[in-house]
């Protein structure tokens, strides 16, 4: 049985190119010294963009179970890079690529939210994020998340080994869901946690990146001195 909770409504660097690699269907190292790259079921219904400058109309799949879990393949967007903490060019939501920073996070949980600026980065590298907006508490949920954060398969060129995966707050988050989960051109939405969804979207999308590094586990880490102050 998976875990589900409803929760009440309550650093610039440069990097060598690398093959692509994009995700299919939703299935599902940092070595010693310092890290140099960087990067140049059922009916369905569309959903968000697709209009004026915006990215094409997202396919969501039929809500499935107590969390309305919903999944869907993303346009891919041109990944240029822009100035960090400038504003983003339109996209989907969740983002799941598109402009983006120069630099990327370091692949943790976080108690602030990290633009997606700086995610994008992340997620093109073959990180996953799972954000969340919770209108009160959802601790229990997020004690969940991290379970399945740690139980994900780690980066074995990551010093200690860790999953590719990044937890972080985000306000953007779609009104009526409480829970994303993102990868490169990959997206998923739900209205509380379920554990099993999550993990499989997980191990489906993990380091499937265009742009993927053995020891890459993020670059920078702004959380103690503000993001985009």
């Known amino acids: 049985m998976s875990d589900e909770v409803r929760v009440p409504r309550e650093v610039t660097t440069t990097e060598p190119q690398s093959p692509s690699r994009l995700p299919g269907s939703i299935r599902l190292a940092v070595l010693p010294g310092p890290l140099l790259l960087a990067c140049g079921g059922g009916a369905a219904a569309p959903d968000g963009g697709g209009t004026g400058d915006g990215p094409p109309p997202v396919v969501w799949s ?17 990944g240029q890079h822009v100035p960090e903490c400038s504003a983003l060019p339109p996209g989907t939501n969740p983002r799941t ?9 370091v692949f943790r949980v976080y108690d602030k939210a990290v633009p997606w600026g700086y995610l994008l980065h992340g997620l093109e590298h073959g990180a996953v994020v ?40 985000d ?31 997980i191990a489906a999308n993990a380091n499937h990146g265009p742009e993927f590094f053995p020891s890459d586990c993020g670059t920078v880490d702004k959380e103690a001195t503000g993001w985009c102050p």
């Open 62 to 78: 039929a809500p499935m179970g107590m969390c309305e879990i919903q999944t869907a393949t993303m346009p891919l967007l041109a």
């Open 97 to 105: 690529s598109g402009a983006h920073y120069p630099v990327w996070p």
């Open 130 to 169: 799972i954000a969340y907006n919770c209108p009160q508490s959802c601790l229990l949920a997020l004690d969940l998340a991290k379970k399945v954060i740690d139980g994900a398969t780690p980066k074995a060129g990551c010093i200690p080994p860790t999953p590719p995966v990044i937890l972080t707050p």
């Open 171 to 201: 306000p953007t988050i779609e009104p009526g869901f409480e829970f994303v989960a993102a990868a490169w051109g990959q997206g998923l939405r739900a209205k509380c946690f379920d554990s099993a969804a999550f993990a499989e979207f």
